[in-house]
């Protein structure tokens, strides 16, 4: 009987996050992506170099390429920029998210 009223006890502690506090705060995203400038990349062919330079000019973390048709998450991330084009691998749109 002792055990089975111990073990909620032990659960609701492990819950509670290390100290008691609870969950901490979210940190600030390092890497956070920039929207200025990117319209200059529209219409341009996409490549792994244009990637590059728009990694750069964004200073966003990461990159993600979507083609035509293709779903995609609607998660939004502000180390992450989103890079869509067409058919012919014309670069369509560059958002930060």
Do not use: H, K
Request: glycine residues 12%; charged residues 20%; aromatic residues 6%.
């Amino acid at each position: 009987m002792r055990t089975t009223a111990f073990l909620p006890l032990v659960l609701l502690a492990a819950c509670a996050g290390a100290g008691g506090q609870g969950p901490s705060a979210p940190q600030p995203m390092e890497g956070a992506c920039r929207n200025e400038g990117l319209d200059r990349f529209v219409g341009q062919t996409a490549s792994a170099e244009l990637g590059a330079q728009l990694l750069a000019a964004s200073g966003a973390r990461t990159m993600r390429w979507g083609a035509p048709g293709m779903a995609m998450t609607m998660d939004f991330r502000a180390d992450r920029l989103t890079v869509s084009y067409d058919e012919r691998m014309t670069i369509t749109s560059a958002r930060c998210g």
